[in-house]
């Protein structure tokens, strides 16, 4: 509980952490992958004890608060490094090293975000379920009425899979001097 207090009065959220914690965190800070801090720090099963660390509130918190103390004091910023990593792609552009401007490009994506997994939430409720079976069991010629009523309906042209792929190979034995229909 003094520990805590300590963390609260200094606004240091690093106090609270264990020193294994703190040679993860310092490993994190000097760039090292997330398996090797751990290992580094002393932790037995790295890859295991690293997922839990980067879970843990006070290691995320010290993180950030450490990042943003040695980014004030460096006076560095994000537009700061992606000015430097642009120049250094110019700077690559001509000097004909497109393997240099790859990498510079790859960087810059990572830090914008690009390569972080989307997330998609579909979401499909009760209500639409039965509307898509209600459709499913009326025929042509009630499903064309539908649309009749419906000034909303979009107007629209379809070619069948299996024709279109029957007509594309037929062409092409046409086109090869085979004749299909014997």
């Not at 918190?61 to 430097?84: C, I, N, P, W």
């Not at 979009?154 to 069948?160: A, D, L, R």
Request: aromatic share 6%; net charge negative.
């Amino acid at each position: 509980m003094a520990k805590r207090r300590s963390a609260m009065i200094t606004g240091d959220p690093t106090i609270d952490l264990t020193a294994k914690q703190k040679l993860f965190v310092d490993g994190m800070l000097r760039g090292m992958p997330q398996t090797t801090a751990a290992r580094a720090a002393g932790y037995n099963n790295a890859p295991v004890d690293a997922n839990r660390l980067m879970k843990n509130p006070k290691v995320q918190e010290s993180l950030q608060f450490l990042q943003h103390k040695y980014e004030k004091a460096s006076q560095m910023t994000r537009k700061k490094v992606m000015d430097g990593m642009l120049e250094a792609i110019e700077m690559a552009k001509v000097q004909a090293e497109p393997g240099v401007m790859v990498a510079g490009w790859r960087e810059i994506g990572r830090m914008c975000g690009y390569y972080a997994a989307e997330k998609r939430v579909i979401d499909v409720n009760i209500t639409a379920k039965r509307a898509v079976d209600k459709l499913e069991t009326l025929s042509d010629a009630e499903l064309l009425e539908m649309i009749e009523e419906d000034s909303e309906a979009i107007e629209g042209e379809f070619t069948e899979v299996i024709e279109a792929t029957q007509q594309a190979s037929d062409a092409h034995y046409a086109r090869a001097g085979y004749d299909r229909s014997a």
